[in-house]
C-alpha cells in the first residue's frame, strides 16, 4: 500500500508484485511495481513504475490496495514470463480467484495492442 500510496492518485499495485500478494508467485517478495496513467509523471526511487492507461475494468481494490486485475497482471508479465512459467500462473489464478480464459480474453479485448497476446493464449491453451 505505501508504494501505491508514494506513487499517486492513479497507481495501482501491479505485475509480480501483485502476483506475490495472489499468491501465484511464491517466495520472497518482489520489489514493488506500480502501474500509474501515463500523464503522472511521479518516479520513486525502489519503486518500479510502469506508465499505461488502465481500463476501469482492469482495476480493483484487494484488502484496500488499488490494484489491477488478475487478467491484466497477466497480460501485463506476458512478455516477461516464459510460456510454462505463464501457464502455470494463468493455472494459480484460475484455483485461486477463479480467473477463467473469458475474463482474459476480456481483458485481451480492452487491451489489443499489448504485447504478449500470442504468448498468453497460447498459455491458455488457445489458437
Not at 7 to 30: E, I
Not at 85 to 108: K, N, Q
Amino acid at each position: 500500500m505505501s508504494a501505491v500510496l508514494a506513487a499517486g492518485a492513479t497507481a495501482h499495485l501491479s505485475h509480480r508484485a501483485l502476483g506475490h500478494l495472489l499468491g501465484a508467485f511464491r517466495g520472497a517478495p518482489p520489489a514493488p511495481e506500480v502501474t500509474i496513467d501515463v500523464a503522472s509523471a511521479r518516479a520513486r526511487p525502489g519503486i518500479r513504475i510502469h506508465r499505461s492507461a488502465l481500463h476501469h475494468l482492469d482495476t480493483s481494490t484487494l484488502d484496500g490496495i488499488p490494484v489491477t486485475t488478475a487478467p491484466r497482471m497477466l497480460l501485463d508479465l506476458a512478455p516477461r514470463l516464459t510460456p510454462e512459467r505463464l501457464a502455470r500462473v494463468c493455472h494459480e489464478l484460475w484455483v485461486l480467484h477463479g480467473t477463467t480464459p473469458a475474463m482474459i480474453e476480456a481483458c485481451i479485448a480492452r487491451n489489443p495492442r499489448k504485447p504478449g497476446i500470442a504468448k498468453l493464449r497460447r498459455a491458455l491453451g488457445s489458437p
